[in-house]
Each structure stands twice: as C-alpha cells, then as structure tokens.
C-alpha cells in the first residue's frame, strides 16, 4: 500500500506571497492532520481534518488555511508568507479520527521564505 | 510546565545495551500515546503506539506507560548503530488533538 504523498517537496517563495502545499492519504485513511515543524519549536499541530470537516485546529493565524476533498485529499495554504514560515510541513494520515488511530506522516514540504 | 517533557540529550549507549527514552505529560485526560522516531532530514516513523497501563512488547521496542505518574517511556533492546536518531514523544490529549514533545536525540556507538 502506498504510504502518504506530499507535494512539493520543496518550496522557496518571497514574503508576503501565498502558497499551497498539497498531501494524499494512505488509501483508506479519511483523516489528514496538518503540522508544522521547526528547530525551535519542534512539531506542532496545525489542525486536522475528517470527512471534508475541520476537526481540530492548533494556535496558529488566520494565514493558515485547509481544506479536504471528498477523496480526502487535503491542501493547506499559507496566505502573506513570512519569514518565520520556513519550516517542514508535515502531514500525518489516519484510518479515523480520535484516540484510537495511528498517524502515518508523510515525506513532508520544505518551505522557504525569502 | 510543557505538556510533553523529553530530555533532549543526546543520550548515548553502546552498541548492544539498553536504551531506556522517557517522556512525561501534564494532561492527565490524555488517554493514548505514540513513540516516533526521526532520522535527520526525514519525516516522523510510527514505531509504537500504546493506549493502557503497563508494557506493550514489538520486537526489540518496549512502551511503558503509567498513567497514575503520568510517564511514558520507550526500551530499545539490543541497541544498534541505526537507532542513532530523534524519538519523539506523542500524546493524544484531552484537546483532541497529538502534542508532540521536543523529542531525544540517541545515539548508538559501537
């Protein structure tokens, strides 16, 4: 079975730009989380989504931004890039959502912002 | 008070030992808990995942977990040069969603 895709793999835009990143589940899995990875801060949640719904969401700006398709793939976008956006988005495929399902992550997006 | 502490190490143990990775977690609702670990430059890989009290055994790994002392650790046995990486802590917390912690960094000499 094929594991998560996240596309692209790396990324370099200009402050104040927009972007989207782009994430394919485990075939099977309904629920994509989102997150957010820095040497500072380590990794933290960004939100999560089940059935085209958000479920969950972390303590990030409005400039953060998702959403699932009925295939359940799932996009995030970032609008008004700033520096300290460069990070490793990753995003983590589940069979269901709650405390019971395991999370699968993907290769991750390298974002740099300039 | 962080909501998951790891020691950030590096810890260090010779090829062959035991390495012993712990991590507490201050939402005492939390109920289940995840054992990641990442290499430099790759993304996050699910090796253990434990929802009750006590141990839970696959292959070489380990989880523990007391929720009275709200303590989560994680045994490698027979240690080998290619466990040399970040494990990172997870906790599924009362919020509904998976807090990570900073994560240790092991090393494994020969």
């Known amino acids: 079975k094929a594991g998560v895709t996240q596309t692209p793999r790396y990324l370099i835009k200009t402050r104040g730009q927009q972007v989207t990143l782009s994430c394919s589940p485990i075939s099977g899995h309904r629920s994509v989380s989102w997150y957010q990875q820095t040497p500072g801060q380590g990794l933290q949640f960004l939100f999560e989504?089940?059935?085209?719904?958000?479920?969950n969401k972390g303590n990030f700006p409005g400039r953060f931004s998702g959403r699932q398709f009925s295939n359940s793939r799932s996009e995030m976008n970032v609008s008004t890039l700033e520096l300290g956006d460069s990070a490793l988005y990753l995003c983590a495929s589940s069979l269901g959502t709650g405390d019971l399902y395991e999370q699968y992550f993907g290769p991750g997006t390298r974002l740099t912002v300039t | 008070q962080k909501e998951v502490e790891q020691n950030s190490g590096p810890l260090s143990v010779p090829e062959g030992a035991i390495a012993s990775l712990n991590c507490t977690y201050s939402?005492?609702?939390?109920?289940?808990f995840f054992w990641y670990r990442q290499y430099s430059g790759k993304s996050p890989e699910l090796i253990m995942f434990i929802y009750s009290n006590g141990d839970k055994e696959d292959g070489r790994f380990t989880a523990q977990l007391n929720k009275a002392s709200q303590y989560v650790s994680l045994l490698i046995r027979d240690s080998q040069p290619s466990d040399s990486a970040t494990y990172l802590c997870a906790v599924y917390s009362s919020a509904s969603k998976i807090i990570f912690g900073s994560g240790t960094r092991l090393s494994i000499r020969p």
């Open positions: 939402d005492r609702g939390s109920q289940s």
């Open positions: 989504y089940f059935s085209e719904t958000q479920r």
